[in-house]
Nanobody, 121 residues
Framework: QVQLVESGGGLVQAGGSLRLSCQAS????????MGWYRQATGKQRELVAS???????NYADSVKGRFTISRANAKNTVYLQMNSLKPEDTAVYYC???????????????WGQGTQVTVSS
């Protein structure tokens, strides 16, 4: 079994900061790309940021310059530092990871349970 557990969401005023964490655990051989998605009420889930195993990053235009994704491979953890938050950043944030399992040996795409981020104006 493999699990992704997120933490760090909450309520913050506009202009504030939050740091999300997501740790993978279980039968993990290695982790390829990891990323953060978000889904606001009544909208489709969208990519916020992603990071490869080689630390190449990609960001949605709406968060460039404000959010930073990083990872700690030894801890199987991905982070999302969110600064200068805006009310439109309010959403449930989901962690995603492309994991190579030890047994059975295969690559599986996993999702976390989601963490709520609410930005008040």
């Amino acid at each position: 079994q493999v699990q992704l557990v997120e933490s760090g969401g909450g309520l913050v005023q506009a202009g504030g900061s939050l740091r999300l964490s997501c740790q993978a655990s279980g039968s993990i051989l290695s982790i390829n790309a990891m990323g953060w998605y978000r889904q606001a009420t009544g909208k489709q889930r969208e990519l916020v940021a992603s990071i490869t195993s080689g630390d190449s990053t990609n960001y949605a235009d709406s968060v460039k310059g404000r959010f930073t994704i990083s990872r700690a491979n030894a801890k199987n953890t991905v982070y999302l530092q969110m600064n200068s938050l805006k009310p439109e950043d309010t959403a449930v944030y989901y962690c995603n990871a492309d994991i190579v399992r030890t047994w059975p040996f295969k690559v599986v795409d996993y999702w976390g349970q989601g963490t709520q981020v609410t930005v008040s104006s």
